[in-house]
């Protein structure tokens, strides 16, 4: 348990840096198992200085592995963001082993019930 808080602590440190960075939380999921899982998906909001972006993520390097790879990543989708001339950005990170980002990025065409796109593993089903 105290390493499972210890994790949750150092996920949120870094949200405010994600959130200087033009990101905000949609979804924090916790799965208590062996060994536990959690999931955060970061919506990035529109148009953000890269070089900004960039700055921030150096400097977040020095922050222990954690906040480093998260930060770096919710980077690295700024940057295609950015270069590909999309708009919104998801991050879905999961935090299990082994780790996974997985990146979508919406059209600037899309309208709003495009809003929170869908993948098959973000659906729970039950089967009797």
Do not use: H
């Not at 070089?51 to 940057?79: P, Q, Y």
């Amino acid at each position: 348990m105290s390493e499972f808080n210890t994790f949750t602590q150092q996920v949120g440190d870094a949200l405010p840096v994600l959130e200087q960075m033009g990101y905000e939380v949609t979804v924090f999921k916790v799965t208590w198992g062996l060994p536990p899982k959690a999931r955060l998906r970061l919506k990035s909001n529109g148009g953000s200085d890269l070089a900004k972006v960039n700055s921030i993520a150096a400097k977040a390097a020095s922050n222990g592995v954690l906040v480093s790879a998260l930060i770096t990543s919710a980077a690295t989708a700024k940057r295609i963001q950015s270069t590909m001339k999309m708009g919104t950005a998801y991050l879905d990170v999961d935090f299990a082993i082994p780790p996974r980002v997985n990146m979508k990025f919406l059209s600037l065409k899309a309208n709003d019930k495009d809003d929170t796109p869908r993948d098959s593993d973000e659906l729970e089903i039950s089967c009797k």
